[in-house]
C-alpha cells in the first residue's frame, strides 16, 4: 500500500472504532455515568519519563457499571502563543472493563498532535492494549504497544505497586519508548501519597504526591496535583 492509502485505511479504521464504540455502549442501562474533570500538576511525568513541566490534564468519561469509555488530555503550559510555541501536547482515547474479581482489561490509543498533526495520521497515534489485576494492598499491570507509529512498535511496560497505609509503593520497567536505549529496564521506581484540603465544610480538594526516580536515565522528579 502506498502511504496514502494507509492513511486513508487509518482514518476508515479510527471512523470505525468511534461508530461501535458509541452504538453498542451507549444504550439505556442502569447506573450510566457521565462525569468530567481537570488535574493540575507541577511536571507531567509518565512511567517515569517527564514530559512537559506544569501541565493542564483534562478528561470526560462514560461509566456503566464495570465499563468505562473517556477522553483524557495533557496541555504543557510551558510554551507561548505569543512566539510560535506550544507547550507538549497529548490527547487519548481509551476504554476497558474492569471485573469484580480485580482484573481489568482495555485499549488506549495515545496521540500526540503537535502543531498542526491531524488526528488521522498514523505516525502520531499507538494503540496499547492494558492488562491489570489488583488483590487486597498488591497491584501489577502489562502494556503492549500493538499499533501505529507513534511510538518503537511492540513496546511493553509492566508494573508492581503495594497499598502500604497512606502510601503507594510503585516499581516499573519498560522497552522501546520507555527506556533510553529501546532496551528492556527499570525505568519508575517511586513513592506516592494523597489527601484531601478542606476550603470550606462543603469544599475539599483533592491533593496528591510523588516522589520518583528513573534509573535508567537517573533522573529524579518531585510531582504534585491537584483535582478539581
Given at each position: 500500500m502506498t502511504k496514502n492509502t494507509n492513511n486513508k485505511f487509518f482514518k476508515y479504521l479510527l471512523t470505525g472504532l468511534f461508530v461501535v464504540l458509541f452504538s453498542i455502549q451507549f444504550k439505556p442501562v442502569q447506573a450510566q455515568e457521565l462525569d468530567t474533570g481537570v488535574d493540575l500538576y507541577s511536571t507531567y511525568v509518565w512511567r517515569?519519563?517527564?514530559?512537559?513541566?506544569?501541565?493542564?490534564?483534562?478528561?470526560?468519561?462514560?461509566?456503566?457499571?464495570?465499563?468505562?469509555?473517556?477522553?483524557?488530555?495533557?496541555?504543557?503550559?510551558?510554551?507561548?502563543?505569543?512566539?510560535?510555541?506550544?507547550?507538549?501536547?497529548?490527547?487519548?482515547?481509551?476504554?476497558?472493563?474492569?471485573?469484580?474479581?480485580?482484573?481489568?482489561?482495555?485499549?488506549?490509543?495515545?496521540?500526540?498532535?503537535g502543531a498542526t498533526t491531524p488526528f488521522f495520521e498514523e505516525d502520531s497515534h499507538a494503540f496499547e492494549l492494558n492488562g491489570g489485576y489488583t488483590v487486597g494492598d498488591l497491584s501489577l499491570s502489562a502494556n503492549y504497544i500493538f499499533a501505529g507509529g507513534?511510538?518503537?512498535?511492540?513496546?511493553?511496560?509492566?508494573?508492581?505497586?503495594?497499598?502500604?497505609?497512606?502510601?503507594?509503593?510503585?516499581?516499573?520497567g519498560g522497552d522501546g519508548w520507555h527506556s533510553s536505549d529501546g532496551e528492556f529496564d527499570i525505568v519508575n521506581v517511586g513513592i506516592g501519597t494523597s489527601k484531601d484540603i478542606e476550603v470550606t465544610e462543603s469544599l475539599t480538594i483533592p491533593l496528591n504526591g510523588s516522589v520518583i526516580l528513573n534509573p535508567d536515565t537517573e533522573q529524579l522528579y518531585i510531582v504534585v496535583g491537584v483535582s478539581l
Open positions: 517515569g519519563v517527564a514530559y512537559s513541566g506544569p501541565s493542564i490534564q483534562p478528561y470526560v468519561e462514560f461509566s456503566s457499571g464495570g465499563f468505562a469509555l473517556g477522553a483524557w488530555g495533557s496541555q504543557g503550559i510551558d510554551g507561548s502563543v505569543a512566539d510560535g510555541t506550544v507547550g507538549f501536547q497529548e490527547m487519548d482515547l481509551y476504554t476497558g472493563y474492569t471485573f469484580d474479581f480485580g482484573l481489568s482489561l482495555g485499549v488506549t490509543d495515545y496521540w500526540y498532535p507513534g511510538s518503537a512498535g511492540d513496546d511493553v511496560y509492566f508494573e508492581l505497586g503495594y497499598s502500604a497505609g497512606g502510601a503507594d509503593l510503585f516499581v516499573g
